[in-house]
Nanobody, 122 residues
Framework: QVHLVESGGGLVQAGGSLRLSCAAS????????MGWFRQTPGKEREFVSL????????YYSDSVRGRFTISRDSAKNTVSLHMNSLKPEDTAVYYC???????????????WGQGTQVTVSS
């Protein structure tokens, strides 16, 4: 059974940086896509970024491109999201997810972590 655990959330001032990590276990991740999504109350889960575990190819939403960087450490089975130049509108619960299909739709992902809160103050 695939298990994902996020860490690294917290409170930061606008313009600051945070690094989120997702530790994955219980699967052979070379055949998966790892994604980061975020959600605020009353809104649908929003795509942030993804990385193809095998090729390392990445993709970002327009709202974070140029500010966030996704990476993976195959030896440690972890995926990180480096977030720079944070804005108050980045405030959300951030989730990592694993899926067999590469895409930006949250419903395509099979396994999810419990989420970590990121709060950006103005």
């Amino acid at each position: 059974q695939v298990h994902l655990v996020e860490s690294g959330g917290g409170l930061v001032q606008a313009g600051g940086s945070l690094r989120l990590s997702c530790a994955a276990s219980g699967g052979t991740f070379s055949r998966y896509t790892m994604g980061w999504f975020r959600q605020t109350p009353g809104k649908e889960r929003e795509f942030v970024s993804l990385i193809d575990w095998n090729s390392g190819s990445t993709y970002y939403s327009d709202s974070v491109r140029g500010r966030f960087t996704i990476s993976r450490d195959s030896a440690k089975n972890t995926v990180s999201l480096h977030m720079n130049s944070l804005k108050p509108e980045d405030t959300a619960v951030y989730y990592c997810a694993v899926g067999r299909t590469t895409g930006i739709t949250w419903a395509w992902y099979d396994y999810w972590g419990q989420g970590t809160q990121v709060t950006v103050s103005s």
